[in-house]
């Protein structure tokens, strides 16, 4: 997954994080996360991937406590039976979300990126081989194992692109970016 999300191509998949579709709009304040900073990375989503079924949010644990005061403040989001009792919800502007540590943390560029995955090409150019040897730790009893899967990815856009009627380009990768505006 790390990989796949932020790998640099050179003996690993090409990440997401290194494609040169990624967009990144900059932030409204350093080391937040606000409701426009969501806006502005759905206003730069290509628009056949915005609520596509692989479209999904990927955040850092550490952006977690933002959305839930985005939550508090913005309680429209919520049913008014949700109190604080209740689970977050699981998709923020009614896309899905995970929380990965495989991410940068909050302030960070990629600390919240909004992907559309059917994007990104995986390959598995072998299936997973496990093999396991008594011999190599017969003096302690045990038995090692090795697991071997031949896989690669990267994403399937080079770049990102204007479409007609659009000033601004578009992606299926777009991260909030460090910088601020």
């Known amino acids: 997954d790390y990989a796949f999300l932020r790998g640099n191509g050179v003996g690993q998949p090409l990440g997401v994080f290194n494609s040169g579709a990624l967009l990144q709009p900059t932030r409204v304040t350093a080391n937040q996360v606000s409701l426009t900073d969501l ?26 406590a933002q959305l839930v005061t985005l939550v508090a403040t913005v309680i429209t989001w919520l049913p008014s039976s949700v109190g604080a009792a209740s689970k977050i919800p699981a998709s923020i ?9 495989k991410v940068p943390t909050l302030g960070t560029s990629g600390d919240i ?47 990102a692109f204007t479409p007609a009627n659009s000033g ?5 990768f777009v991260q909030l970016s460090s910088a601020t505006a």
């Not at 991937?49 to 692989?54: A, D, Q, T």
């Not at 601004?168 to 299926?172: G, Q, V």
């Open 39 to 64: 806006a502005n990375i759905m206003a730069r989503m290509y628009p056949d991937s915005l609520y596509g079924p692989n479209t999904i949010w990927i955040l850092s644990p550490a952006v977690l």
């Open 93 to 101: 502007l009614g896309m899905p979300f995970r929380i990965t540590e």
């Open 113 to 159: 990126g909004l992907y559309d995955l059917s994007y990104y090409l995986i390959g598995d150019r072998q299936d997973l081989r496990v093999d396991s040897s008594m011999h190599v730790r017969f003096t302690t009893d045990e038995t090692a194992w090795r697991f071997v899967e031949r896989v690669d990815g990267q994403p399937w856009v080079d770049s």
């Open 168 to 172: 601004a380009t578009l992606s299926p």
